[in-house]
């Protein structure tokens, strides 16, 4: 075990710690002065992703924001209550109406989800790692198999009581019309495959055991990464490996122990990425990709899908 500084050194440290934030705020890595389309950190397969924006933290610490402030018109006791599996067993109506909310549609992949996207059409995706259960990763066009959702999807579900799997298409139509979904064996109520609290991540969260090794750069993109175990992935690369952080505010281990070759663009995530982008040479891709994308919508919406 390492131990601890001792109280002394205290004030010294932490000077040293914010010299070294201040440095990552600036690009710096033998590409300098930016990320130009010939970065051979950018080029070289597979890299690894981490993004997400931690639906439960977002709950209990940004009032008036996201999931959070749609909470607040449920019948809830308190906006964790939605997440346990306690109350869900009392009450399972307010989850179910999140859960309509939330229904693939109601929202569209952003830019970021797109530039993911692009990665994984260029053969560069290693695998993408997300803390969201909004499903906009599928809905933006990448393959489950190259998806580790954390926090579960609403793409399967399970009876709470017999246990027997449910395909998402089964419990929706009930959902859309405000019944709660009953299994069609012992009507146990049907469970959509998203983790409460307490409950034990996904077996294919293991996967990240054989992908951060193998990693030859991560992408951390709009996280508070503040849960565990989810936060601890971005110490799991090598330590030779670049992990660039696109994100409003300098989180998790990247803000507590920085490390060399870390790459940080603060801010607005969709306007950084777009700007990763460029720097690239990828904007034309882009743009086309995003607008087959939401073609394919546009179709779909005009067929009453
Ligand atoms: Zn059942």
Same mark, same amino acid.
């Given at each position: 075990?390492?131990?601890?500084?001792?109280?002394?050194?205290?004030?010294?440290?932490?000077?040293?710690?914010?010299?070294?934030? @201040?440095?990552?705020?600036?690009?710096?890595?033998?590409? %300098?002065? +930016?990320?130009?389309?010939? =970065?051979?950190?950018?080029? #070289?397969?597979?890299?690894?992703?981490?993004?997400?924006?931690?639906?439960?933290?977002?709950?209990?610490?940004?009032?008036?924001?996201?999931?959070?402030?749609?909470?607040?018109?449920?019948?809830?006791?308190?906006?964790?209550?939605i997440f346990e599996l306690?109350?869900?067993?009392?009450?399972?109506?307010?989850?179910?109406?999140?859960?309509?909310?939330?229904?693939?549609?109601?929202?569209?992949?952003?830019?970021?989800?797109?530039?993911?996207?692009?990665?994984?059409?260029?053969?560069?995706?290693?695998?993408?790692?997300?803390?969201?259960?909004?499903?906009?990763?599928?809905?933006?066009?990448?393959?489950? @198999?190259k998806l580790v959702e954390?926090?579960?999807?609403? %793409?399967? +579900?399970?009876?709470?009581? =017999?246990?027997?799997?449910? #395909?998402?298409?089964?419990?929706?139509?009930?959902?859309?019309?405000?019944?709660?979904?009953?299994?069609?064996?012992?009507?146990?109520?049907?469970?959509?495959?998203?983790?409460?609290?307490?409950?034990?991540?996904?077996?294919?969260?293991?996967?990240?055991?054989?992908?951060?090794?193998?990693?030859?750069?991560?992408?951390?993109?709009?996280?508070?990464?503040?849960?565990?175990?989810?936060?601890?992935?971005?110490?799991?690369?090598?330590?030779?490996?670049?992990?660039?952080?696109?994100?409003?505010?300098?989180?998790?281990?990247?803000?507590?122990?920085?490390?060399?070759?870390?790459?940080?663009?603060?801010?607005?995530?969709?306007?950084?990425?777009?700007?990763?982008?460029?720097?690239?040479?990828?904007?034309?891709?882009?743009?086309?990709?995003?607008?087959?994308?939401?073609?394919?919508?546009?179709?779909?919406?005009?067929?009453?899908?």
């Amino acid at each position: 075990n390492q131990s601890l500084p001792a109280g002394g050194g205290h004030g010294r440290g932490r000077h040293q710690h914010a010299q070294r934030h @201040s440095r990552l705020q600036v690009p710096k890595h033998p590409c %300098a002065p +930016a990320w130009p389309p010939s =970065c051979p950190w950018l080029a #070289p397969p597979p890299c690894s992703l981490l993004k997400g924006s931690a639906p439960f933290t977002s709950l209990c610490r940004s009032p008036g924001t996201g999931y959070y402030s749609t909470l607040q018109s449920y019948d809830l006791p308190y906006p964790e209550a939605i997440f346990e599996l306690s109350f869900f067993f009392h009450n399972p109506k307010p989850f179910f109406t999140f859960a309509k909310e939330l229904y693939p549609g109601n929202y569209r992949p952003n830019t970021a989800h797109y530039f993911l996207r692009l990665l994984h059409d260029k053969g560069l995706l290693l695998r993408l790692y997300t803390q969201n259960i909004d499903g906009l990763e599928r809905a933006s066009g990448i393959p489950a @198999s190259k998806l580790v959702e954390a926090h579960g999807s609403f %793409a399967s +579900a399970t009876c709470t009581v =017999c246990r027997r799997p449910f #395909p998402g298409e089964d419990f929706w139509a009930d959902v859309m019309v405000d019944s709660v979904p009953r299994c069609r064996v012992c009507a146990g109520v049907v469970k959509p495959d998203i983790v409460f609290f307490g409950e034990p991540l996904p077996p294919r969260f293991l996967l990240h055991l054989a992908d951060f090794p193998v990693a030859d750069l991560l992408l951390i993109l709009g996280t508070s990464l503040e849960v565990e175990p989810f936060a601890s992935l971005s110490e799991a690369v090598r330590s030779s490996v670049p992990r660039l952080l696109i994100n409003r505010d300098l989180v998790g281990t990247l803000a507590r122990h920085p490390r060399g070759r870390d790459v940080v663009q603060l801010g607005d995530l969709v306007h950084g990425v777009k700007r990763l982008v460029e720097l690239l040479g990828w904007t034309e891709e882009m743009q086309d990709l995003i607008q087959q994308e939401t073609g394919k919508v546009r179709i779909a919406e005009s067929h009453g899908w």
